[in-house]
C-alpha cells in the first residue's frame, strides 16, 4: 500500500511539472489595447511565472463573430502582438515566445451560454499557453567566479566562461543610472576593456527585487525592464569609452540569480566572459 501511494505522488509530481499554464486576456469590441483591469491581471500572471525555466510561450488572438474574415484575422494578430509587447516590456526572453498568432473569429456555439453579448464578450480575446521545461533545469551556480579586486581580475588571466562582478558599481533603487564615485570605478573597467581587445563578453544587469515596485520598474521609463536597461547602461557607457560594440552584447537577467545577502548587492552587473581570441 505504501509503494502505491509513493508512485502514486510521484505520478501527481510527474504530470504536475509538465502542466501547462494558461492565461486569457478579454478585450473590448474592435480594440486591440489592452483595457487597464485586464493589464494588471497579465501582469499579476507574468509575476507568477518569471522564476519558471520555460520552455515556450504560446499567444494566440480571437475576435468575435462580427465582422469580414479579414478584418477579424487583422484584429486578432493585432491583440496577440500587444500581448507579446507586454512580456518583451518584462523582460522574458523572446526567443521562447514561439507563436504569435491572430487567429480570426471563435464560432460562437463553441461555448456553453445563451447569452450572445456575454458568448461575443468571451470571444474578445488572447489566449497565452506557457509551457515549463521538463524536467526543471537544475538551478545555476551564483557564485561568482571571481572575487578578488576587479580591475586586477580584468588585468590577469580570463578564460572562457569566467563571470566576473563590477563591484562598486552602485545603482539606486528603480534605476538604470549609476551614482557619481561608480562612473570613476567604471571608467578603470573601460579603460582596461578598451586594451584588451581579444576579449568578448556578455553584459549580465540584475535586480534584486522583481515582486511589486521596488526594484523591477524603470522609474524613468515606467516599463518592468530594469535588468536589461542597467546592463544596456554599462554596455553603452563602455562603448563610449571606446570599447567596440561587436565585443559586446547586454542581456537582462531579472532575478534569476540572487546572491543572497542584501537587496543592493542584487542591484550588479557581471561580465560574462564569451570568447577569448588569441593574438
Known sequence: MKSLVIFLCLCFQFSFSQKELKHEVYFET??????????????????KIEDIDIEKISIYGFTDDRGSDN????LSQNRAEAIKEVFSNNEFDESVITNV?????????????????????????VEIIVT??????????????????????????????????LENLLFRTGYSYLTKDSKVVLDKIAEILAERTNIYFTIEGHVCCTQGNRDAVDRKTKKRNLSVA???????YLAEKGVKHYR??????????????????DRR???????IYEK
Do not use: C, W
Open 269 to 275: 552587473v557581471e561580465i560574462l566572459v564569451t570568447r
Open 101 to 125: 498568432d491572430g487567429k480570426g473569429e471563435i464560432l460562437v456555439n463553441i461555448i456553453h451560454e445563451e447569452n450572445l453579448n456575454k458568448i461575443r464578450g468571451l470571444n474578445r480575446k
Open 230 to 236: 542597467r546592463a544596456k547602461y554599462i554596455y553603452d
Open 132 to 165: 515549463p521545461v521538463f524536467p526543471p533545469k537544475p538551478k545555476e551556480d551564483t557564485t561568482i567566479t571571481k572575487k578578488v579586486n576587479t580591475e586586477d581580475i580584468l588585468k590577469g588571466d580570463l578564460k572562457e566562461g569566467d563571470k566576473i562582478l
Open 248 to 265: 559586446m552584447k547586454y542581456v537582462g537577467m531579472r532575478r534569476k540569480m540572487p546572491l543572497g545577502g542584501e537587496p543592493e548587492l
Open 30 to 47: 474592435d480594440q486591440h489595447d489592452i483595457p487597464q483591469t485586464e493589464h494588471s491581471r497579465l501582469l499579476l500572471f507574468l509575476s
Open 71 to 74: 478584418y477579424n484575422l487583422v
